[in-house]
């Protein structure tokens, strides 16, 4: 009697998200900004980076891209919705040291290159280079998150687990 409602469970749908940057992954309490340590701009998990490339992490569509470059926003096939944020306060740079690869509409492929940024130009200036990763919908979307932290390489280790709404 109750096979119909077991089998839709068995089927919810998990999305996992690979690193984007690579580096080291950190719960988004360690980065110096309220707005993202606090949760005030979403779930999600932050990474300090070794090597200025952020990449796509899953197949999806730009939705946004900040223009000074230093953020983007992806809409992942599933509907999730995932803001990239390199550094802290990094919009003072006004683009200096970011060269976004992308623009609004275009779909993008796992492993393509989104910005590519000047780590030391950031540290230099005076910037946290910890780069919050955001889901931005996740209240509307996901029944739970899990985040993972510890060294990542891009495209290659999982930062993050969603599991949708049915």
Not at 11 to 21: D, H, I, R, Y
Not at 26 to 45: K, R
């Amino acid at each position: 009697m109750f096979a119909k409602w077991r089998k839709k469970s068995a089927e919810s749908k998990t999305v996992e998200v690979c690193a984007p940057l690579t580096g080291r992954a950190v719960p988004l309490s360690e980065v110096p900004d309220e707005a993202f340590a606090g949760g005030y701009m979403g779930q999600g998990v932050a990474i300090e980076p070794t090597v200025g490339v952020l990449i796509a992490p899953f197949n999806g569509k730009v939705a946004h891209v900040i223009k000074s470059n230093h953020a983007v926003m992806l809409e992942n096939e599933s509907g999730l919705q995932f803001l990239f944020h390199l550094g802290i306060n990094t919009v003072s740079l006004k683009g200096e040291g970011f060269t976004s690869h992308v623009a609004v509409g275009d779909r993008v492929k796992t492993g393509d290159t989104l910005i590519e940024f000047d780590l030391d130009k950031m540290k230099n200036a005076g910037f946290p280079v910890i780069s919050p990763i955001i889901v931005t919908n996740a209240a509307e979307t996901t029944t739970h998150l899990e985040m993972f932290t510890g060294p990542v390489t891009a495209g290659k280790d999982v930062v993050l687990k969603a599991a949708l709404k049915s």
